[in-house]
Structures are given as structure tokens and as C-alpha cells.
């Protein structure tokens, strides 16, 4: 299995402009995550889904950020205007069963300019 | 919510020695506690787990130990090696059929020493 996929690895745009981040999570996986990882704030929850339906977004920051799960296989997280504080690393992840394992994606590394 | 303290932030060892990091936890509910390494520039990934019903929980040179009156878990790495230099983040989480949510500590930058 080729583990969690990422696109894109990097991105860098700027301000205003809408950045959609894609994320294939493991065959199979029942669950998915969205992370974000900055130096200030850590790496923090940011939405999940269980079979496709999201169960928890109160990590995501604000309107600007909407996320969707249309199929088993595919997941992206839109930022629609960006800001620069919207600069850090984004990881996919997902698992099988609830209480184990997350596997990460390699991470988006978004730059707002 | 939940809300997951991690100390030190920094530590630097002599190769050979232990480290040992420790994290508090508020959610006395929290029944699942992993901990990830994440190497410069890589994605985390899970070295050990820890579940409410156990104390200790050992894999070869890492072990983690949970105090569930204390709200307390800590991770013990033995016999450390450079390649054991990284950013360590210890989490916890209920996990319900639902899923579970992990809130993570800040992390700790372990500096294994030559």
C-alpha cells in the first residue's frame, strides 16, 4: 500500500487566493483526519470524518475553511480567502478502527504570501 | 475540552542514556494515549500506545507508563542512539464508535549527543 497521499507537497500562494489540499487516505481506512502543524499552535485537530461523514469540525478555524469527504478515497480541505496566518505544514491521516493507529500523509506545506 | 501538557519541550542526552518525557492530561475520560516521533521535515508516526486499562507498556528500548489517578503518562527511551533525535509528541483521546480525537502536547525535541 502506497500509505496516505498528499497534493500537493507544496504549495505557495498568495493572499485572497483559494488553496484546495487533497488527501487519498489508506484503502480501506474508515477514518480521516485533518491536521495542521504550526510552531505557535502545535499540531492540532482541525476536522474528521467516519465513513465519509464529517463528525468533528470544531478545529477548523473559521468560515474560510471548509473540508469534504465525497467518497472513500478522497478528501480535500479547502481555504477560501488565504491569509498568511494560514502558513504551516497540513497532514491527512487515517486509520482503520477508532483507537488505533493514525497513519500520517507526508503533509502539505502551504505559504501564504 | 481536552487539554494535553508536555514537558520538557527540549532535551538533550548523551548517547546511552535515557530520556524521559512526561505529559499531563485534564479529560479524566481519556482512555487512549499515543505517542509519535516526527523527524525533521517528515510526518509523525506512532512508536508506542498506551490504553486506560494498562499501566505500563513496553517495545524493546521504549516504554510508557500511565498514571490514570494522576492524569499523568510518560515515555521512557533506554539506551538511547542518535537516530533516536527527533520531535516527540505525546497525545490522548476517548475513543468512542464515533472516533476518536487526539489532542496533541506541544512536543519535545529530544537531542541525542554523540
Known amino acids: 500500500d502506497a500509505g496516505v497521499i498528499q497534493s500537493p507537497r507544496h504549495e505557495v500562494t498568495e493572499m485572497g487566493q483559494e488553496v484546495t489540499l487533497r488527501c487519498k487516505p489508506i484503502?480501506?481506512?474508515?477514518?480521516l483526519f485533518w491536521y495542521r502543524q504550526t510552531m505557535m499552535r502545535g499540531l492540532e485537530l482541525l476536522i474528521y470524518?467516519?465513513?465519509?461523514?464529517?463528525?468533528?469540525d470544531s478545529g477548523m478555524p473559521e468560515d474560510r475553511f471548509s473540508a469534504k469527504m465525497p467518497n472513500a478515497s478522497f478528501s480535500t480541505l479547502k481555504i477560501q480567502p488565504s491569509e498568511p496566518r494560514d502558513s504551516a505544514v497540513y497532514f491527512c491521516a487515517s486509520t482503520l478502527q477508532t483507537g488505533t493507529q493514525q497513519f500520517f500523509g507526508p503533509g502539505t506545506r502551504l505559504t501564504v504570501l | 475540552g481536552e487539554n494535553v501538557e508536555q514537558h520538557p519541550s527540549t532535551l538533550s542526552v548523551q548517547e546511552g542514556d535515557s530520556a524521559v518525557i512526561k505529559c499531563t492530561y485534564s479529560?479524566?475520560?481519556?482512555?487512549?494515549f499515543p505517542w509519535y516521533k516526527q523527524e525533521l521535515g517528515k510526518r509523525p508516526q506512532l512508536i508506542i500506545d498506551?490504553?486506560?486499562?494498562?499501566g505500563e507498556k513496553k517495545d524493546q528500548r521504549i516504554a510508557v507508563t500511565l498514571n490514570k489517578t494522576a492524569k499523568h503518562f510518560s515515555l521512557h527511551i533506554t539506551e538511547t542512539q542518535p537516530e533516536d533525535s527527533a520531535v516527540y509528541f505525546c497525545a490522548a483521546s476517548i475513543v468512542s464508535a464515533a472516533g476518536n480525537k487526539l489532542t496533541f502536547g506541544g512536543g519535545t525535541r529530544v537531542l541525542v549527543k554523540p
Open positions: 479529560d479524566s475520560a481519556s482512555n487512549y
Open positions: 484503502s480501506g481506512h474508515d477514518y
Open positions: 498506551i490504553r486506560s486499562n494498562v
Open positions: 470524518f467516519n465513513n465519509n461523514v464529517p463528525i468533528d
